[in-house]
């Protein structure tokens, strides 16, 4: 079983369209984020949850739209889609209350606007 | 505020050459420090951890790394390289208090890609 799985690995779409990024854990992990990684490989956080609650919101467009239905799952919604917006995205999830075991990473998602 | 510097965006090695990647960190409190390995087209697995417990640290695949409070580096190391070593690694530093503003927030240095010739 993936322990972090997101879905699609691949996203191909124009300019202007809204899409969305699901992502799943079944490690029993509180705390999950979304990360970026730009064409030069660089890796930001943009948002963690803990409990669904978003704890860390970085400096993001308003375009982007994190939502947590429940501990295990962290979607990523995005708006009006940019040249810009192009890049992998990478869910991830830890168990931070327990002590910080580091942080477990999906495959990523990788996004091309057009 | 913290950030982490990879000295090297590239390094080659010989396939059996010891590896040496280099890290240092800048924390205002005591960090928890990780290196994590990223194959072409993967997501990021943790390679080793640094958690305030022992300084030298041993992870998967034969790889070390020691943190030195002195000199604010957690250098990652291997013996001898091998061929499926070759890839892109990343050091990142986190908050050690985890319920602090940080929740487990990895801030990540800029990565440095590890070639194995044979």
């Known amino acids: 079983d993936t322990a972090v799985s997101q879905t699609p690995k691949y996203l191909v779409t124009q300019m202007g369209n809204d899409k969305s990024i699901k992502c799943e854990q079944n490690l029993g992990h509180d705390t999950m984020y979304w990360y970026k990684q730009d064409s030069k490989k660089f890796l930001k956080i943009m948002f963690s949850?803990?409990?669904?609650?978003?704890?860390i919101n970085e400096t993001v467009p308003n375009r982007f739209s994190p939502k947590s239905p429940d501990k295990a799952h962290l979607n990523l919604h995005i708006n009006s889609l940019e040249l810009g917006d192009s890049a992998v995205y990478f869910c991830?999830?830890?168990?931070?209350?327990?002590?910080?075991?580091?942080?477990?990473f999906g495959q990523g998602t990788r996004l091309t606007v057009v | 505020a913290q950030s982490v510097t990879q000295l090297g965006s590239h390094v080659s090695v010989s396939e059996g050459a010891l590896v040496l990647l280099r890290c240092n960190y800048s924390s205002s409190v005591p960090p928890y420090l990780f290196w994590y390995v990223q194959y072409p087209n993967q997501g990021l697995q943790l390679l080793l951890k640094y958690t305030s417990a022992a300084t030298l640290v041993k992870g998967i695949n034969g790889f070390e790394a020691e943190f030195k409070k002195s000199e604010t580096s957690f250098h990652l190391t291997k013996p001898s390289a091998h061929m499926s070593d070759a890839a892109e690694y990343f050091c990142a530093v986190t908050n050690s208090n985890a319920g602090g503003t940080s929740y487990g927030k990895l801030t990540f240095g800029q990565g440095t890609i590890l070639t194995v010739h044979p």
């Open positions: 949850y803990n409990n669904k609650e978003l704890i």
């Open positions: 991830a999830s830890s168990q931070v209350r327990q002590g910080l075991a580091g942080a477990f």
